[in-house]
Each structure stands twice: as C-alpha cells, then as structure tokens.
C-alpha cells in the first residue's frame, strides 16, 4: 500500500514544446493534480499518499513553476491544459480526472472542457473562475491580481525577496496556521527565486484577459460530467458550488470549516477524502 511520497517517482517529460516536470505513484484510476501560485506540486505532498492508496496519482509543475520550463508565452490557460493533457497520454493515461487549485482549477477548467472524451472527472478547488459572472468584481478586489499584471514591476520588486513575499502572502490566506509547515514556505520560495520563476508565475495572471474570453465560449457547451467545487470556508467556499454550475450540470461540493485558501495544506485529509468520494461514486 502506498503511503509516503518516497513510492513516487519524478520525471522530466517533453510535451507541448516544453519540459514539465511529473510526479507519479499509487495504481488504479488516474487523477492529475494541478497547483496554484505560488506553489509547486509540492502543494499535494500530503494529498498525493492518501489518494495513491486508491488511485494512479500525477502531480506535475506548471509550466513557468517548479522545474518545468518558462517559456517565454504559452501561459493562456488552456495552453497549458494542452501541456497537462499530454503529460496523462504519455504516461499512458487516456481517460483521467483532473483536480486543480487556484491557478491551477484555472487549468482544470480549460481542460475538461477542450478534452472532454479524456477528462472523467473535475475537481476545482478555491479559486474564482474567467468566465464566471463574478470574475470581475471579485478580481477587482485582488490587489494581488492586478499587481501581478504588470509587466516586468513585480520580477524587480520580488527579485531577492522570494521569502518575505511568499511566506507574508501564503500567511494572509491561511485560516489554522498550526495545520501548515512554515519550511514549505522554504521550498516554494526557493522555487520561485530559480531562473524565470517569478516571471512565469506572473505570466499566468498577464494571460486572465484572454482566458475570461475563452470561458465564455466553455459555458455554451455545459460539462456533464461529475464537478466537485470545492474551498474553505474563509475564502471561495461558499462560491465555488453556483460559480462551477455556470459551467457544467452535476456539481457538488461546498466549504471546508475552519479553513482558508490553501485547502490541499491546511486540510488534506478532507481534501482527499472529497476527491476519492467524487471517483468513486460513479
């Protein structure tokens, strides 16, 4: 039985024109995790052994985090849908559910609706959605959002303090600070202070324009397939159920009490016990 992440293996994998990084384990149904900022697929760590017990288990770093490559473009979001689809078919993965959070329910969402005879199952975890009715006046509300637009600004200003803006930003969405381990905060600053990182973090908000005109067309063709919306219940909780029906017709979900926006640190057992019910309900 898989239990820790040392049964996982890490591989580089050339799809899309780029390099994404993969970490796989466990056997079964197959499940794609996909981060969000600043994180890598570290986000899953303590997700990933409980779901590898039931299922074959892929957490990849986006392009423009981790040790993937940054290119240059290709941040729209269902490029890199594109990325993360073809990662599941090398890996031999035809059909598979995909769950992501933050930027990377961003992902998810694209690629459920572009891949639509691949993807079993969507999970999208605290995250307002483009193409949602209540994308702009929510994003209004995120300075973060449109600091991060900026070209080139946020690079200069973060550059050697990867750090004391990852830790003070994480440490703001957080609900329980006793569930999270402050040295994660080590490794994604870490992360982010690599060649490129930071500008490609801030490549996928440069791209929410682009990807609030692609959702649109997504609604006109609703997902039938099962949608679990999920958050905490301090952050997008009670949005992400009627924000995801916008988008496909079989959506359950809800808040997590006592948590914030980080839901797969702060609360994972619950997170991976949403996720195995969703597959395992059909």
Known sequence: MIGTLEDFTQQLMWVNGVRINAVTGGSGQPILLLHGWPETWWEWHDVMPLLARHFSVVAIDLRGAGFSDCPLDGY???????????????????????????????VALPQAAIYREAVTHLAVLD????????????????????????????ER????????????????????????????????????ALPGRTRGGMEWYR????????ALEYKKQPLEIPVLALGGEQRFGAHMAPMLKEFASNVTGGSIPRCGHYVADERPDEVAAALIDLLKAD
């Open 76 to 106: 729209e979001k269902a490029v890199m849908a594109r990325d993360a689809h073809e990662v599941m078919v090398a890996l031999g993965h035809e059909r598979y559910a995909v769950c992501g959070h933050d930027i990377g329910g961003m």
């Open 127 to 154: 995250v307002p959605l483009p193409g949602w009715t209540g994308w702009e006046a929510t994003i209004a509300k995120l300075w973060h959002f449109s600091f991060h637009m900026n070209r080139d600004l946020p």
């Open 207 to 214: 791209t929410l324009a682009a990807d609030h005109a692609a």
């Open 157 to 192: 200003l973060i550059h050697g303090r990867e750090y004391d803006y990852v830790s003070t930003f994480m440490a703001e969405r957080f609900y329980d600070h006793n569930t999270f381990d402050q040295a994660d905060i080590d490794i994604y600053a870490k992360a982010m």
